[in-house]
C-alpha cells in the first residue's frame, strides 16, 4: 500500500515539474504580452471652465508721518514776509512809508482727529517813515488838540520834521488743514489759516498807531496768498496719480514661477489690477493715514501672458477702512498631465492588499485620471497574481474606478469618494482572474485611503507667487517703508472640466506703508 501511495505521490511530483518546466520554456520562447487595456468607459465631454474670475484686494494704510510733513512745509514755506501799507495819516505825514518785515520761526506740525494744525512763531518789526505834513497847522478837531496836548507848544513849531519811527512785531500764525482725497486723484488740503499779533503802538507826533491793526491785515494777506499758492499747487500736483500708476504697473504683469528641477510644470502668476479705491484720510497725533486699496484677478496660467490693465480714470471712494489687509485668491489651473504625473508617482508599484492578506496580490504599474461629468475616473494598469495555488499565475489588466472628487482642506489633499468599479472591469482577468477579481474588493478598499492627489506642491506653488508678486512692493528707500508679508495659505475649492483642474487658493497677509519724506 505504502509502495502504491509512493508511487502515485512521485507521479504527480513529476507531472507537476512537467508542467512547470513546459510553462517556463512557453514564457522564455513565446513570451506571455500584458492584457490590452479594457475598454475605457464612456466619458461625458465638459464645457471648458469659465475664466477665472477669484477677486483679490490688497488694502494698505500710507501713514504720511508728522515728520515728514513738517520737513515738507519748512522746505518750502518762506522765511520771511514784508509788505507796505497805504499811509493811513496822510494829512498828519507827507512822503509816507509805512512798512513791515518779519521772518517766521521753525514750523511745528501736530494732530488731532478734528484737523492738521501747522504753526509758526513770526518777530520783526513795523517801520514807519515821513515828513509832517505842512498843513498840519491848519487841522482842527481832535488830532489838532491831541498834538498840541502830547508837545505842549504850537505844532506849526515842527512842521517838516521828518520822522522815522519803528514798533516790534510779535505774534504767530497758524493754518489749519482738514485733507481730502479726490476722485481725481488729487489731494484738496482746505487750508485755512489765523494770524494772532501782540499788542503794540507807535507814536506819530503824538498820535498813537495801533500796530496790530494796521500791520494785521497786511500778514493776513501774504499769508492767505501764501494759502492760496499751495492750495492751488496741491490740487493740480498729480504726484499720488503717478505713484498709483507706478505701482499700477508692477502689478499688471505675468511672474514666471518656475518649474524644472522642482517637479512642477512651468507655471506664470498673472496679475490684472482692475478697480482702485480709497477711504479719506485721517489724522492722529503721529501721523496722516490715507488707507487706499486694489482689487485684483490673479490667476496662475501654464503660459506666458500679457494682461491687459488700464489704469482706472477715477478712484473709488469708500467708508472708512479700519487696516491694511492682503486677501488674495488665485485659481491655479494644471492640466490633468500634469495632476497624472503626480498621481503615477504616488500609485506606481503599489501593492494591494498591503498586509499581504488575500487570495491575490495586486501591484500597480500605472495610473491616469480623467473626467466625466461631476466624476472622476482613475484607470489603474495592475498586475494581478493569485495566491491560492502553489503555481502563483498571474496577468495584466486595465481596471476604472470611477469616484467623486472631494478637496481635503486641513491635509491640503484631493481626495476620491464614493468609489465603485466600472463595469468594464470586472471581466478585466478573464478566466484566471477568479482569484484576482476577489481582490478587486481589497484594491477598492484601499483606494479610498490611498487614491489621493497631494496638492501640497501647488499650495506651495502658490504661495511662492503670491509672496514674488508682492515682494516689488517690500523694496524699500529712504522715504518710504513698506512691510507687506503672506500669513497664510488656503485650499478652498475644486473645479475642473476635461482637460484641466482647477484648484482655488486663498492667501492672507498684512501691508502697511509709512512714508516719511514727501516729495
Known amino acids: 500500500m505504502i509502495a502504491i501511495l509512493g508511487r502515485?505521490?512521485?507521479?504527480?511530483?513529476?507531472?507537476?515539474?512537467?508542467?512547470?518546466?513546459?510553462?517556463?520554456?512557453?514564457?522564455?520562447?513565446?513570451?506571455?504580452?500584458?492584457?490590452?487595456?479594457a475598454r475605457l468607459p464612456s466619458l461625458a465631454e465638459l464645457p471648458p471652465l469659465p475664466p477665472a474670475t477669484r477677486a483679490s484686494v490688497i488694502i494698505?494704510?500710507?501713514?504720511?508721518?508728522?515728520?515728514?510733513i513738517r520737513e515738507a512745509m519748512e522746505a518750502n514755506a518762506p522765511r520771511d514776509l514784508s509788505g507796505k501799507q497805504d499811509n493811513p495819516l496822510s494829512k498828519l505825514l507827507s512822503k509816507a512809508d509805512i512798512g513791515f518785515t518779519v521772518a517766521r520761526t521753525p514750523i511745528a506740525v501736530s494732530g488731532r482727529p478734528e484737523a492738521l494744525?501747522?504753526?509758526?512763531?513770526?518777530?520783526?518789526?513795523?517801520?514807519?517813515?515821513?515828513?509832517?505834513?505842512?498843513?498840519?497847522?491848519?487841522?482842527?478837531?481832535?488830532?489838532?488838540?491831541?498834538?498840541n496836548q502830547n508837545l505842549g507848544r504850537d505844532v506849526q513849531n515842527v512842521t517838516g520834521k521828518v520822522l522815522d519811527q519803528r514798533a516790534d512785531i510779535r505774534g504767530q500764525v497758524a493754518v489749519s488743514s482738514r485733507p481730502a482725497i479726490g476722485a481725481n486723484w488729487r489731494i484738496e488740503p482746505n487750508l485755512t489759516g489765523q494770524v494772532t499779533l501782540g499788542e503794540g503802538s507807535l507814536s506819530i507826533a503824538g498820535a498813537r498807531l495801533s500796530v496790530s491793526r494796521e500791520v494785521k491785515p497786511l500778514i493776513d494777506r501774504a499769508v492767505n496768498e501764501q494759502i492760496t499758492a499751495l492750495q492751488n499747487r496741491l490740487r493740480g500736483d498729480p504726484f499720488i496719480e503717478q505713484a498709483a500708476r507706478r505701482e499700477w504697473a508692477k502689478m499688471c504683469r505675468a511672474i514666471p514661477l518656475g518649474g524644472g528641477k522642482t517637479g512642477m510644470p512651468d507655471l506664470w502668476l498673472e496679475m490684472r489690477p482692475t478697480r482702485a479705491f480709497a477711504a479719506q484720510p485721517r489724522i492722529d497725533a503721529n501721523a496722516v493715514p490715507?488707507?487706499?486699496g486694489v482689487q485684483a484677478d490673479p490667476r496662475i496660467v501654464p503660459n506666458a501672458s500679457t494682461p491687459h490693465c488700464p489704469f482706472p480714470a477715477q478712484l473709488e471712494l469708500v467708508p472708512p477702512l479700519d487696516q491694511g489687509r492682503v486677501n488674495i485668491g488665485v485659481p491655479v489651473d494644471v492640466p490633468f498631465t500634469e495632476i497624472n504625473k503626480l498621481l503615477e508617482t504616488q500609485m506606481k508599484d503599489r501593492k494591494f492588499p498591503e498586509d499581504g492578506s488575500g487570495p491575490a496580490e495586486v501591484t500597480v504599474r500605472r495610473a491616469n485620471m480623467s473626467a466625466s461629468g461631476e466624476r472622476l475616473l482613475?484607470?489603474?494598469?495592475?498586475?494581478?497574481?493569485?495566491?491560492?495555488?502553489?503555481?502563483?499565475?498571474?496577468?495584466?489588466?486595465?481596471?476604472?474606478?470611477?469616484?467623486?472628487?472631494?478637496?481635503?482642506?486641513?491635509?491640503?489633499?484631493?481626495?476620491?469618494?464614493?468609489?465603485?468599479?466600472?463595469?468594464?472591469?470586472?471581466?478585466?482577468?478573464?478566466?484566471?482572474?477568479?482569484?484576482?477579481?476577489?481582490?478587486?474588493?481589497?484594491?477598492?478598499?484601499?483606494?479610498?485611503?490611498?487614491?489621493?492627489?497631494?496638492?501640497?506642491?501647488f499650495a506651495a506653488s502658490a504661495?511662492?507667487?503670491?509672496?514674488?508678486?508682492?515682494?516689488?512692493?517690500?523694496?524699500?528707500?529712504?522715504?518710504?517703508?513698506?512691510?507687506?508679508?503672506?500669513?497664510?495659505?488656503?485650499?478652498?475649492?475644486?473645479?475642473?472640466?476635461?482637460?484641466?483642474?482647477?484648484?482655488?487658493?486663498?492667501?492672507d497677509g498684512n501691508v502697511r506703508v509709512a512714508v516719511s519724506k514727501l516729495p
Open 8 to 37: 502515485v505521490l512521485l507521479a504527480t511530483l513529476i507531472v507537476a515539474v512537467s508542467f512547470t518546466v513546459s510553462l517556463w520554456t512557453m514564457d522564455y520562447f513565446w513570451p506571455r504580452q500584458a492584457a490590452a487595456p
Open 60 to 68: 494698505a494704510p500710507v501713514a504720511i508721518t508728522l515728520p515728514a
Open 117 to 147: 494744525t501747522i504753526s509758526t512763531g513770526i518777530n520783526g518789526a513795523l517801520r514807519v517813515t515821513g515828513q509832517l505834513a505842512t498843513g498840519a497847522a491848519n487841522l482842527g478837531g481832535t488830532i489838532t488838540s491831541l498834538l
Open 290 to 292: 490715507l488707507t487706499v
Open 378 to 457: 482613475i484607470s489603474l494598469l495592475v498586475n494581478a497574481k493569485e495566491k491560492k495555488s502553489w503555481f502563483g499565475f498571474g496577468t495584466e489588466a486595465t481596471i476604472h474606478i470611477w469616484g467623486k472628487p472631494t478637496l481635503d482642506r486641513e491635509q491640503q489633499i484631493l481626495r476620491m469618494t464614493d468609489l465603485s468599479l466600472a463595469v468594464e472591469s470586472e471581466a478585466a482577468f478573464g478566466l484566471l482572474g477568479a482569484a484576482a477579481q476577489a481582490a478587486l474588493p481589497y484594491l477598492q478598499s484601499a483606494l479610498e485611503k490611498n487614491a489621493v492627489v497631494d496638492l501640497k506642491p
Open 463 to 507: 504661495r511662492t507667487s503670491i509672496e514674488r508678486a508682492i515682494a516689488d512692493f517690500r523694496q524699500q528707500s529712504n522715504n518710504v517703508k513698506v512691510d507687506a508679508a503672506v500669513t497664510g495659505l488656503r485650499l478652498v475649492g475644486i473645479e475642473f472640466d476635461s482637460r484641466t483642474l482647477r484648484i482655488v487658493a486663498e492667501a
